[in-house]
């Protein structure tokens, strides 16, 4: 852009007439930089589309902390100041939405969920997340009736610890339920599966079948017949029969699903943790369509890395709405069904130290591949074992062949210690962890102690130490609730009011900033979005309550009234 046409904009609104004079020579960000109140992007275009003013926007640039109102033009921000300042924009055709005062903070950034997954699911299954086995069982009735005899009815995020009953799920429930259709029931943490007895003879599973390895077939311990339940590589049985003949337009209608979902709590932006390529063409077909209402951040899962850099794509491939993301490597199992890799045992479990699922080697020559290329790495590490291998094998790669700014991720990176904090600092590696567990999974927090729990989901630490953690929810394993992470994080109370882990509290200014801008960094897009600044993308929520005025015990109550992405609401209450 010229200087005349900076100038011509800036002397056609009057409100910067009034300021001091620009001299010739005076660059437009140099002149706009002088006013104090009031700060402009300087996009070529001569006036902003929408303005929203008469709001307490808390922006997460530290340059500008708190504004009253915003300007947008095509999809970003062009002015952010006080309401009376903004305001002076306004021209023949510019909309303006008064905020009422309202609370706003820029959109929430979900830094690892498996959203395109969740959304087929929603779509093709019954939610179980249900609080007694009956409930359960009159869902699948309910989902039977309308599905034609001898196919499928098949249910996801089951929560053994979250029924009534006190005991888990079992065959006699779900044949009596559902005796003529094949059922399956997955539990939310995506590790362990329960079956029908139909389903177990479409399987050729019976009581006499010899466990696979890694894996489990549980039977009751009293008459030795199937429980109902199979654990780890077992389930890999029933996958063999389920027909998996999603479509393309499946998978494109449950990144819209989902796309809802998230906008409604004031998700802007997430990571798709565990990405395939036919979840990179589904977020493209969403985007085309118009569906995607969230910005996608898509992993690759390390199986497929080969041909991604055949394609000759890496990291940062895309637009602001659909980017590739990281490899995906595993290291560990996992927090909620307790098998992440740990030095000391589980509580009460003295042998079980939980599993370590890829080998150092393996994870090495994966990450080797996809560092050479170019590629950041995202390694699923729970355990303080599993985050000391990851990290080994991050500083190798780095002593090995130097990269600037690899970001390295530690996805969850659950259990910390000084001397694995300290090493992530040195890396300058970025821990993702859950966000919501505390809060939501507070009866599965006695198998790691209260003395465990002030390292675990340790964001007090992170940011003491300088190192930029996000906010994450791992759905469907955890909850995606933004404001459930802020009051999880800042109270680390569980819905019983049980306390977890207090040394590891944080603020509510930290907690958002952790869900925003860091959030940004963590896909290398400090600079695209995460703040509510000019330039950036217009990615926001406007809040019922102001979160820095709630009782931390209820900011999960905070009603989201709208989000937006790329300034159109995706969700308006
Ligand atoms: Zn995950």
Same mark, same amino acid.
């Given at each position: ?16 007439l ?51 109102a915003?300007a ?18 306004v ?80 065959? !006699?429930?779900? &044949?009596?339920?559902?005796p *003529?259709? =094949?059922? $399956? ?6 590790? +362990? %599966? ?8 479409? !399987?050729?599973? &019976?009581?006499k079948?010899? *466990?696979? =390895?890694? $894996? ?6 009293? +008459? %030795? ?8 590589? !077992? ?6 029969v ?41 977020y ?11 910005r ?8 497929f ?7 000759g ?12 993301g990281?490899?995906?490597l ?60 990851t ?7 780095q ?41 939501y ?23 003491d ?8 929810s ?34 509510v ?9 860091n ?55």
């Open positions: 852009m010229t200087l005349a046409l900076a100038q011509r904009s800036i002397r056609s609104n009057p409100l910067l009034t300021k001091e004079p620009m001299t010739d020579g005076t660059t437009r960000r140099e002149f706009l930089g002088s006013i104090a109140a009031f700060s402009l992007f300087p996009l070529e275009q001569e006036k902003p589309d929408l303005i929203l003013h008469n709001g307490h926007i808390v922006t997460m640039n530290a340059a500008e902390p708190l504004a009253e915003v947008i033009s095509r999809g970003r921000f062009f002015a952010v100041g006080k309401s009376a300042d903004v305001m002076n924009l021209a023949p055709g510019v909309r303006k939405v008064d905020l009422g005062g309202k609370t706003v903070l820029p959109g929430f950034i979900d830094a690892h969920s498996h959203p395109a997954a969740a959304g087929l699911s929603h779509l093709r299954m019954v939610d179980c997340d249900l609080r007694s086995i009956s409930a359960i069982q009159a869902a699948m009735r309910e989902r039977a009736a309308k599905t034609p005899a001898g196919e499928w009815v098949l249910g996801f995020k089951y929560d053994d610890t979250k029924t009534e009953d006190g005991r888990p799920l079992n065959i !006699a429930d779900l &044949d009596s339920a559902v *003529d259709h =094949p059922v $399956g029931i997955q539990h939310r943490g995506g590790h +362990t %599966g329960y079956a029908n007895s139909l389903r177990f003879r479409k !399987a050729g599973i &019976d009581e079948t010899p *466990d696979p =390895p890694g $894996g489990k077939i549980d039977h009751d311990q009293a +008459t %030795g017949k199937l429980s109902g339940r199979v654990a780890e590589s !077992a389930l890999a049985f029933f996958e063999k389920i027909p998996q003949n999603f479509t393309r337009d499946d998978h494109r209608e449950g990144v819209k699903l989902i796309s809802k979902m998230l906008a409604r709590t004031g998700i802007t932006s997430a990571t798709e943790a565990q990405g395939t390529p036919t979840d990179l063409r589904a493209q077909d969403a985007r085309d369509s118009g569906d995607l209402l969230y996608a951040y898509c992993f690759i899962n390390y199986r890395i080969d041909s991604m850099i055949g394609a794509v890496r990291t940062g491939l895309g637009d602001e709405w659909v980017r590739v990281a490899m995906k595993v290291c560990d199992g996992s927090i909620s069904e307790r098998t992440a890799r740990l030095s000391a045992p589980y509580e009460g479990r003295p042998d079980d130290y939980g599993i370590l699922v890829m080998t150092e080697e393996e994870l090495y020559a994966y990450g080797r591949k996809a560092h050479l290329a170019g590629w950041q790495i995202g390694t699923h590490a729970n355990g303080d074992v599993g985050i000391d291998t990290l080994r094998v991050y500083e190798r790669l002593r090995e062949s130097p990269r600037h700014d690899p970001r390295f991720r530690l996805e969850h990176c659950t259990v910390v210690n000084d001397n694995l904090i300290a090493r992530i600092k040195a890396l300058g590696a970025i821990p993702t962890p859950f966000s919501t567990y505390v809060y999974h507070g009866e599965k927090m006695r198998y790691y102690g209260a003395e465990r729990l002030n390292h675990m989901f340790a964001l007090r630490s992170f940011l130490a300088g190192i930029c953690a996000t906010q994450a791992d759905y469907p394993p955890g909850e995606f609730i933004p404001m459930m992470a802020l009051q999880s994080e800042v109270t680390r109370t569980d819905t019983k009011g049980n306390v977890w882990g207090t040394k590891q509290k944080i603020t200014e930290e907690a958002v900033r952790v869900g925003t801008i959030g940004a960094y963590a896909s290398y897009e400090e600079n695209l979005k995460g703040s509510i600044e000019p330039g950036k993308l217009a990615d926001l929520v406007v809040l019922g309550r102001d979160p820095f005025k709630e009782n931390p015990l209820t900011l999960v109550t905070i009603p989201v009234e709208r989000t937006m992405a790329g300034s159109r609401w995706t969700f308006e209450s």
